[in-house]
């Protein structure tokens, strides 16, 4: 059973989905911590109402390897799985948990990846750009921004009534839908 930490910085409905799943299928794994680096964030509410510890944690924390480590292994950490955390993770991280930090983005890398590319700027951007096609990528963290070996993508239609708002809802029912199984098929077999 794998001990899963989620690194979010927002609302946190991915967060909560993840928690949920979690709890309905306790052989695969549990999300043992919620790190955070926004203190009035809503995936802070969101994981104590669902009993889950959580952490805030400031920019020079998330930069320390010995506070960061030891944080991870008082959770007996195994796993990290980024949900809308907007900070960047630091190299000692990425070397300590190798193929074991994988991120959700909203598009369809490398499209509307890279720098400025979170959150609504990439629905906005998709929109401006007139694509017929938008998505979810489930990626392993390395080094480079947005740039580890891709896990798995699932695509939606935009069509021209489409506005951020609405790519927005179909992206999120996208990420509902296969976020917690692919860490699951992934990373708990
Ligand atoms: C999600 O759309 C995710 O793809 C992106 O940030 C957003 C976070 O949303 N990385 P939420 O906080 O899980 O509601």
Known sequence: ???????ASGNGSNAE??????KENPQS?????????????????????LG??????TKSELNDSV??????????VDLIVLAGFLQMIPAFLINSYRDKIVNIHPS??????GKGMFGRNVHEAVVAAGVQETGITIHLVT???????????????VTHQDTP???????????KEYFPQIIEKFFCK
């Open 143 to 157: 080094e480079k921004y947005d740039d580890g070996a891709i896990l798995f993508q699932a695509k939606t239609d």
């Open 108 to 113: 369809l890398l490398p499209a509307f990846g």
């Open 52 to 57: 889950v510890p959580t952490a805030v944690i």
């Open 17 to 22: 989905n993840i928690i949920r799943y979690f």
């Open 1 to 7: 059973m794998k001990k899963i930490a989620i690194f």
């Open 165 to 175: 708002d609405s790519v927005e809802t179909k992206i999120h029912s996208l990420e």
């Open 29 to 49: 794994a549990e999300v043992a911590l919620v790190i955070c680096n926004k203190p009035q964030a809503g995936v802070l509410y969101r994981a104590e109402k």
């Open 67 to 76: 506070f960061m480590l030891e944080l991870l292994q008082q959770h007996s």
